[in-house]
């Protein structure tokens, strides 16, 4: 059985700053993640230990695309979670 993901944040993006023949236009750069106790972007920090994932999330009702980044417990496939 599979480890789940789980303590999902909101990824905050911006536009490029720069423009760069190698670099498509829409590409957005991370800026951190939503934090209630911030009006401002938290950097994100990798913890040891740890496998990442980020995936794209539409809004259902804005159809904006939001950015989520999800955690688990790194470690072989099928082993038991400490």
């Known amino acids: ?4 993901y789980g ?4 990824i905050i993006t911006e536009p490029i700053p720069a ?3 190698f670099i498509p236009a829409d590409t957005r750069i991370v800026v951190g993640a939503v934090a209630p106790a911030s009006p ?4 994100i920090v990798l913890l040891p230990g740890y496998e990442y994932r980020i ?6 009702e804005t159809h904006e695309i ?6 688990r417990k ?3 496939p099928g082993a038991d979670d400490d």
């Open 66 to 71: 939001h950015w989520r980044l999800e955690r």
């Open 7 to 10: 303590d999902p944040v909101e």
């Open 55 to 60: 995936h794209e999330w539409r809004h259902p």
């Open 40 to 43: 401002d972007p938290i950097p």
């Open 74 to 76: 790194a470690g072989r």
């Open 19 to 21: 423009q760069s023949p």
């Open 1 to 4: 059985m599979s480890r789940p």
